[in-house]
Nanobody, 119 residues
Framework: QVQLVESGGGLVQAGGSLRLSCAAS????????MAWFRQAPGKEREFLAR????????YYAGAVKGRFTISRDNAKNTVYLQMNSLKPEDTAVYYC????????????WGQGTQVTVSS
């Protein structure tokens, strides 16, 4: 099992920045990538960004490319999401997830952290 704990959410004004953190523990060696998703009220969960533990390659959804940056600290088993130029439509619960090596799916999820962007 892998446990994921997000932190760093909160209330910010439009144009502001936040940095989310996701600390992973447990059988992290069974995972090869971490990602951030979000879910706004009444909407489906949306993929935002992914980073590989080895090599650090990244991939972003078009909606956040250029504004959000995913990074990792392997020594701390922690992944970050730096969010800049936030917009009210970025308001959502943000989740981190871990992708397993054996079965290529995001099998582990954190509890989520609320991000609210006021206009």
């Amino acid at each position: 099992q892998v446990q994921l704990v997000e932190s760093g959410g909160g209330l910010v004004q439009a144009g502001g920045s936040l940095r989310l953190s996701c600390a992973a523990s447990g059988r992290t060696f069974s995972t090869n990538a971490m990602a951030w998703f979000r879910q706004a009220p009444g909407k489906e969960r949306e993929f935002l960004a992914r980073i590989m533990w080895t090599g650090g390659s990244t991939y972003y959804a078009g909606a956040v490319k250029g504004r959000f940056t995913i990074s990792r600290d392997n020594a701390k088993n922690t992944v970050y999401l730096q969010m800049n130029s936030l917009k009210p439509e970025d308001t959502a619960v943000y989740y981190c997830a871990a992708r397993t090596v054996v079965v290529d799916i995001y099998a582990y999820w954190g509890q989520g952290t609320q991000v609210t962007v006021s206009s």
